[in-house]
């Protein structure tokens, strides 16, 4: 069995409160998970209380579970994962309908 492959790319779709913590918190928290070279957040849906944000975290070798402590940690919580890429690169993606 060889070596595992690296994660490149993890999409998040997760949700943040609106006081207390910003999405350049949350990037910056992220950003310090070890493997991590770039992170963008969009928020996608604004509520009352709670920021909806698409997460997209690329690098190599990411920890998701590491990623899953550090949003809970400034109070987010994850909705689901989108879209992982695993490999020596990240291919194109590809169309669906």
Do not use: C, F, W
């Not at 709670?50 to 899953?68: K, P, S, T």
């Amino acid at each position: 069995m060889g070596q595992r492959p690296p994660i490149r790319r993890i999409v998040i779709d997760a949700a943040i409160p609106t006081k207390g913590i910003t999405i350049v918190d949350v990037a910056k928290e992220l950003y310090k998970v070890e493997g991590v070279k770039a992170v963008r957040i969009t928020v996608d849906d604004v509520d009352v209380d709670v920021l909806g944000l698409a997460i997209v975290v690329e690098g190599v070798d990411i920890d998701y579970n590491e990623l899953e402590d550090v949003l809970e940690k400034v109070g987010g919580v994850v909705h689901s994962v989108d879209e992982v890429v695993v490999g020596e690169y990240i291919p194109e993606a590809g169309r669906t309908a």
